[in-house]
């Protein structure tokens, strides 16, 4: 790892005493403005005054949150990573199924780790997607369909990869396309349509699909659809998420709203039965035969590579650069959240407020004789 903008880190060294000169402040402020407010003895029985320590503790938390800003400043870069892009001008669609099967747990402990801990057929779509097509691309351009009882663009094509790394992870969810079923004619005619309005007609055009099998579209529709990607000289390469052998569906691992319908059961039923789904491998075959694509099953990550999978467009391997300044930046937010929102009371009550107490307790005789004077 190396830093490209290094001369920032000298700012880290600078950040300790501009925290704690600034909790001084705040200290002595606080402290004149009491003394100037009227008698110390009153004040402490209503004001919840901070405490000395806490002066300290928000200093600290100051410290490292400019500390973090300037490590971010100072853009970390991990360089021991491989990248491969295919050279030249390529556009992607990638199709992913988001119906209620793809939420089988077939990987589970497969992704353990990499942030998809459920291991469903759609968490292993998103990683292939995250960490080998967004990879393999570099600098071309990538847009994402999912479909169910109807086909949505989730994300136009665009050369904006990180951006859409992050967008995927919160937007193409189980039950995210509104209907039922797996409508694949409607995906692939929506595919057409993203090349059709942002890839100009030099690019490489790849279609690439992400489903377990299940298709509730009309067959003449689905050829249809088929015929013009065909038609189109658009390749298509089908990657079969999921396994041969039939698996229940956890409810919990559903849409909200049909967590909220069934929420007495453990598993997806139709009419009281727990179905259970298995790959339609035999159906994705017949896509990819019917437009002379690619097709591969997905058993564990390294089954998929988009760079192989794209025939006939040369590879090339580079040294990848991966910029890692966004993690001391949640760094900086957060130390600085904790500098603004860290209570102003210890144990219900402040230490100067402990400290008026006792001094009350002290003077508390002397009152009283001096009112019986």
Known sequence: MYFARPEFLWLIALAPPLAMALAWYAYKRDARFTKNYGEWRLISRFSALMAPLRYIVKGLALALALASLSLALARPTEQNARMEYPVGTVDVVAIVD?????AAPHYKGLLHGAGFEDGTRLDMARYLIENDIIASLGYNQLGVVAFSGTAFPKAFLTDDLPSLRWQMRRSLMIGSVPGEGSQLAASLQLAATLFDLDSPPMHRRV?????????????????????????????????GVGSREAHPIPIKLLSPNDRDQFRYDEFYTVDGVVARTALDEPMLIAVKNAIGGRYVRVDS?????????IAGVDVKYIKGERELFQYPLYG???????????????GG???WQRRGVSRR????????EGSRR
Not at 98 to 102: H, K, L, P, T
Not at 301 to 309: A, C, E, I, K, R
């Open 98 to 102: 988001v119906s209620r099967s793809m």
């Open 207 to 239: 279609v690439v699909l992400f489903s377990d099998g299940g298709n509730d579209s009309d067959d003449a529709k689905t050829i249809a659809a088929m015929k013009e990607l065909k038609k189109r000289n658009i390749d298509l390469i089908v990657a």
């Open 301 to 309: 990550p390294s089954d998929f590579h988009m760079g192989s999978l």
């Open 332 to 346: 900086a937010l957060f130390f600085a959240l904790i500098a603004l929102i860290a209570p102003r009371e210890y």
């Open 349 to 351: 009550q402040s230490l």
């Open 361 to 368: 307790r002290k003077v508390a005789p002397q009152d009283v």
